[in-house]
């Protein structure tokens, strides 16, 4: 069983805003882990060119205390960057682009790379053929992340989307040994957080850490909505989860080290 306390505070960071200033910020409140996020490919170019300066990148925030431990791979729109795509042309273009995007990460020493298991929206009858095209397409660029000394994570999603129950996330993680799972803590709709926190247990290796209503995802901060942090944590600690506390929810830096003092029950 860990401790939560040993978990870094971290924040999911823009490309576009890679500024030593803020960066400085971030490390002066405490937070010392990031992850580049974009999650559409049309404002991609500019967090393209970011990423192809990796290094200059990594330098960057390191210089100001920070470390670029994960990027998140762009997901949509959905006509393009569907792991679970029926178009075989349009899974050849996004493997291609996600390759060059681990690459260059992995060449800057980011640990991690978060991924989609897929678009949305999907008819129940179509289900088991998505899931099976998905495992495929995630299955490869796995393989290449592990090639970029990366490791590859798989994100839980809402609605129809896949991985919207811990059953297939599991089918993912029987199907391709090395992938493992960030755990968004928003976006279970259907299956209650710590049924599905103990589900996939030690698989888990970073979060996405906001606060909903149940009802969809909102991406609010701890306490906002209606999540029972005290029992989501404890169950954590409880299948031993040793990363990130890393938060997706647009709020001040200083806001984010209340909060996980808070939480963390750091006085």
């Known amino acids: 069983m860990t401790d939560r306390k040993t978990w870094p505070l971290a924040v999911s960071f ?20 990031i992850e580049l996020s974009s999650g559409r490919l049309e404002p991609f170019t500019e967090t393209l060119d970011y990423l192809n300066r990796a290094k200059e990148i990594s330098a960057l925030a390191k210089s100001c205390g920070v470390n670029v431990s994960s990027i998140h791979l762009p997901f949509g ?42 678009g949305e929206p999907y008819q129940e009858e179509e289900r088991a053929e998505r899931l099976a095209i998905a495992v495929e397409t995630i299955g490869i660029l796995t ?12 994100e839980n999603l809402p609605r129809t989307c896949l991985c919207r129950t811990s059953d297939e996330m ?18 279970s709709l259907t299956e209650a957080n710590p049924h599905y926190i103990r589900a996939v247990g030690g698989k888990i290796v970073t979060l996405h850490v906001s606060d909903y209503d149940f009802i969809d995802e909102r991406h609010q901060l701890p306490g906002a909505g209606k999540i029972d942090w005290e029992e989501l944590i404890s169950t954590l600690e409880e299948v031993n989860y040793q990363g990130r506390f890393l938060y ?14 808070m939480l963390m029950h750091i006085e």
Do not use: C, W
């Open 143 to 154: 393989e290449t992340a592990k090639k970029a000394g990366m490791v590859m994570a798989l």
């Open 14 to 33: 823009g490309a576009g805003k890679m500024n030593a200033a803020d960066l400085t910020r971030m490390a002066e409140n405490g937070i010392h882990e």
């Open 77 to 118: 729109p959905f006509s393009q960057l569907d792991p679970a795509a029926r178009d075989g042309e349009i899974r050849k273009k996004l493997i291609e682009t996600q390759t060059g995007l681990i690459h260059a990460a992995g060449e800057a020493g980011v640990t991690f790379a978060v991924i989609h298991p897929s």
């Open 170 to 187: 599991l089918y993912f993680l029987e199907r391709i040994p090395d992938l493992r799972v960030v755990f968004d803590t928003n976006h």
């Open 248 to 261: 997706e929810t647009g709020h001040p830096y200083e806001i984010y080290r209340q909060n996980y003092n």
